[in-house]
């Protein structure tokens, strides 16, 4: 499991830290765990990062990256990158077929925290070089 830390993570952290009560109820390998997490990382052809405004900072094995994952806004979202422009693709056609010349930008959307948002995850096939849009019923 390749993982970031987010603003969640960090709220945890700054819960247990303060609040003896609250660290009790949790096991400290976790509280380690999310700690370890790192802001941003690459694996492979992808770079993961949990808020899309820190690209600004981003080092350029990051911005390299065939895809960049990032999260937050837990709203579904593909975008091409071009001349640092923006080009957002139709997510209907299942599954996306990847342009290895082109970069993206990937937010899967996210599950179980906002209720009154689409409940979205993606799956990235890296042999087949495709990307789906998945849709959770609750």
Same mark, same amino acid.
């Given at each position: 499991?390749?993982?970031?830390?987010?603003?969640?993570?960090?709220?945890? =952290?700054?819960?247990?830290?303060?609040? &003896?009560?609250?660290?009790?109820?949790?096991?400290?390998?976790?509280?380690?765990?999310?700690?370890? %997490?790192?802001? $941003?990382? !690459?694996?492979?052809?992808?770079?993961?990062?949990?808020?899309?405004?820190? +690209?600004? /900072?981003?080092?350029?094995?990051?911005?390299?990256? /065939?895809?960049?994952?990032?999260?937050?806004?837990?709203?579904?979202?593909?975008?091409?990158?071009?001349?640092? !422009?923006?080009?957002?693709?139709?997510?209907?056609?299942?599954? +996306?077929?990847?342009?290895?010349?082109?970069?993206? =930008?990937?937010?899967?959307?996210? &599950?179980?925290?906002?209720?009154?948002?689409?409940?979205?995850? $993606?799956?990235?096939?890296?042999?087949?070089?495709?990307?789906? %849009?998945?849709?959770?019923?609750?």
């Amino acid at each position: 499991c390749v993982s970031v830390r987010g603003n969640h993570d960090d709220d945890l =952290l700054t819960i247990v830290d303060k609040d &003896v009560d609250a660290r009790r109820k949790f096991w400290s390998e976790n509280i380690d765990y999310v700690r370890s %997490l790192p802001l $941003m990382r !690459r694996h492979d052809a992808l770079a993961l990062l949990h808020n899309e405004t820190t +690209l600004a /900072t981003a080092p350029p094995a990051v911005l390299d990256a /065939t895809i960049i994952l990032c999260g937050h806004t837990h709203l579904p979202d593909v975008s091409i990158r071009v001349n640092g !422009r923006r080009e957002r693709v139709d997510l209907s056609n299942r599954p +996306l077929s990847l342009d290895p010349a082109k970069k993206y =930008l990937v937010n899967p959307g996210g &599950v179980g925290l906002y209720f009154d948002k689409p409940q979205t995850y $993606m799956i990235y096939d890296d042999l087949a070089r495709t990307l789906e %849009l998945r849709w959770l019923s609750i």
